[in-house]
C-alpha cells in the first residue's frame, strides 16, 4: 500500500507502508495539517465534437526512423502487451512479441515493459509501417488458366508483388472460350468497357479503361486476343507464364510432425505434376511446389451435340454455331435454320443477317429471355444498387413490345399478380442483342416454337407438322 503524502514544498512524495489494521483510522492517511493544501488537478481540455473519459487517453505511435504515426485512443489502464497484440493483428504479424515500444526518459531512451501502462508517446521498434504485412509462404503461387480470369488474376498479384508461375494447357494465352470456341465472326456481346483486364476500382478506375477507337465497346474475337496479349505484356505476365504445359495431378503435402512447436501452415504445400504439350518437343514431366493455388480451368469446354435423323441427305450444310465449324460466307441469299434460344443462338442470327442471309428461322423449344443493350448497358452501371427482377423486365418491355411480346410471360419468370415483384431463374447464358428483335421485326428472321424431328433434302420438318 502507497498513501500519498504532499510534501511541505508542494512536491509529491510515496511512503512505503505496513498493511492497515483494524485500528487504523483513514483519518492517518490524509495529508499532514502542516502541509499545503490539497493538489488540484487542472481539467482535461475540451475538444469540439469529441466525447472525453477521465478514463482515456490518446497515445502516439510513431515507426522507428520514419515520420509515419498514429494516434489510438486508449484506457489510462491499458497494458503494453495489449497495445502489441493490437497492433500485430492490425498489420497481421503472427508475433506480438517481435514489437517493442521505446519512450524518452530524461536524456535517454527506455523499453516499455509489457506488464506498463501504456505512455503516451511512443516509438516503435519491429515494424517498418503500420500497412498490412502481407503473409509470406514458403512456395510460389500458382494460377491454371491463362484466360480472361486467370489473367486478371496474375495482374492482381504482380499489382501485390507476389511471386507466382501461370500455367496454360495451350500454346497461346486466351482460354478456351475466345481461343476454342469463339470465331472470327464472334463478337462480345457485353460492353467493353467492363471486359478490360487492367480495370480495377482501386487502381486509377475509369481513368485506367482503354478509349473506344481502340478497344470497342463490342470488340470482336481478334481484337479481344489481341488486348489479352497487350495487357499480359505491358504488365509483366509473359514472364510467368509457361505455355502449353498441362497440370495433371495435384498432392497436398502435409507439414511434418513436431514436439517442440506449434504447427506452421507455412509447412504444409501443393505439389502439382506438370506436362508439357508442345507438338515440335518431346513430352516432359515434372513438378512444382507451391503454396497457394488459383484455378481457372474454363467455361464451354464440352459442348452439347446432336445428330438428327436425316442429316445424310440434307444436301445442305449442317455445324455447330462455334469455333470454325461452320462458313457463314455460304448463307448470302439462302434460307437458314438456328437451332436454339441461348446466347449462341442470339450471336448466330446476328452473325447470319451481317452476312446477308435470306431468312433465318429460329427453332425453339423454349422461350429465354434476351437483354436488349440498353438494358444490359444500365444493369452493368448500376455499381451500387442491382435493378430489382421487376425493374429489369419492364426495362425490356418496349424492345419487346415492337415484337408484341411481354417478357412477363417467358418460362424463367415468376411473379405476383400485380407485377410488382418478379424472380428470374434462367439457365441458359443471357444473349444481348438488339439485332436479333431488329431482324424478326424486319421480316430477316422468325422464332418458330417447336423441334426438328428429320431433315430431308434441303428441308427440316418439325415435331409440329410444319415443314421448312
Known amino acids: 500500500l502507497k498513501p500519498l503524502w504532499l510534501k511541505p514544498d508542494g512536491g509529491v512524495s510515496f511512503r512505503r507502508s505496513r498493511a492497515l489494521g483494524s485500528t487504523m483510522s483513514l483519518d492517518s492517511l490524509r495529508p499532514r495539517p502542516e502541509g499545503p493544501p490539497p493538489l488540484q488537478l487542472a481539467p482535461a481540455p475540451k475538444r469540439e465534437n469529441q466525447l472525453l473519459s477521465s478514463g482515456w487517453k490518446d497515445v502516439t505511435l510513431k515507426i522507428f526512423g520514419t515520420e509515419e504515426k498514429i494516434i489510438v485512443p486508449l484506457m489510462v489502464s491499458t497494458k503494453v502487451w495489449d497495445v502489441k497484440v493490437m497492433i500485430a493483428e492490425m498489420v497481421g504479424l503472427p508475433d506480438p512479441s517481435a514489437i517493442d515500444f521505446v519512450f524518452k526518459m530524461g ?5 516499455h515493459r509489457n506488464q506498463d501502462q501504456i505512455n503516451t508517446n511512443l516509438i516503435v521498434k519491429g515494424l517498418k509501417s503500420f500497412d498490412k504485412v502481407a503473409f509470406e509462404w514458403n512456395h510460389p503461387y500458382v494460377v491454371i488458366g491463362a ?6 488474376q ?9 511471386d507466382f508461375v501461370q500455367f496454360e494447357r495451350k500454346p497461346v494465352i486466351g482460354g478456351n472460350a475466345w481461343v476454342g470456341i469463339a470465331n472470327p465472326t464472334s463478337k462480345l456481346q457485353t ?3 467492363h471486359y478490360q483486364l487492367q480495370y480495377d476500382p482501386l487502381d486509377r478506375g475509369v481513368e485506367a479503361l482503354l478509349p473506344p477507337e481502340k478497344y470497342g465497346y463490342w470488340p470482336t474475337r481478334d481484337e479481344i486476343l489481341q488486348h489479352m496479349r497487350d495487357m499480359a505484356k505491358e504488365w509483366g505476365v509473359v514472364a510467368h507464364l509457361r505455355l502449353s504445359t498441362e497440370v495433371v495431378n495435384l498432392e497436398i503435402i502435409k507439414q511434418p510432425p513436431s514436439t517442440t512447436k506449434a504447427p506452421d501452415l507455412r509447412d504444409k504445400h501443393f505439389q502439382l505434376t506438370w506436362k508439357s504439350r508442345r507438338e515440335d518437343e518431346e513430352p516432359e514431366e515434372g513438378t512444382f511446389n507451391c503454396s497457394c493455388i488459383c484455378q481457372f480451368p474454363g467455361c464451354l469446354v464440352v459442348p452439347h451435340r446432336k445428330t438428327w435423323p436425316g442429316e445424310e441427305v440434307f444436301g445442305g450444310q449442317i455445324g455447330y454455331g462455334f469455333s470454325e465449324e461452320f462458313d457463314y460466307t455460304c448463307v448470302r441469299g439462302e434460307q437458314v435454320i438456328v437451332i436454339g434460344m441461348g446466347a449462341f443462338a442470339h450471336e448466330n442470327v446476328r452473325t447470319c443477317v451481317e452476312s446477308g442471309v435470306g431468312k433465318v428461322f429460329n427453332v425453339v423449344r423454349r422461350f429465354n429471355l434476351i437483354l436488349p443493350r440498353a438494358v444490359c448497358w444500365w444493369v452493368n452501371q448500376s455499381a451500387h444498387c442491382m435493378p430489382t427482377a421487376a425493374m429489369v423486365l419492364d426495362a425490356m418491355a418496349p424492345m419487346y413490345g415492337i415484337l408484341g411480346w411481354d417478357p412477363w410471360s417467358f418460362d424463367a419468370v415468376s411473379h405476383n399478380e400485380e407485377r410488382t415483384v418478379a424472380s428470374i431463374k434462367q439457365y441458359t447464358r443471357w444473349g444481348v442483342s438488339d439485332v436479333y428483335f431488329l431482324a424478326i421485326y424486319f421480316g430477316k428472321a422468325e422464332v418458330v416454337h417447336s423441334e426438328v424431328k428429320r431433315f430431308m433434302p434441303r428441308a427440316a420438318a418439325l415435331m409440329n407438322g410444319r415443314v421448312l
Request: proline share 9%.
Open 191 to 193: 460492353e467493353g468497357p
Open 107 to 111: 536524456p535517454s531512451y527506455k523499453r
Open 147 to 152: 484466360g480472361m480470369m486467370g489473367l486478371r
Open 154 to 162: 496474375a495482374i492482381q498479384y504482380q499489382r501485390a508483388k507476389v
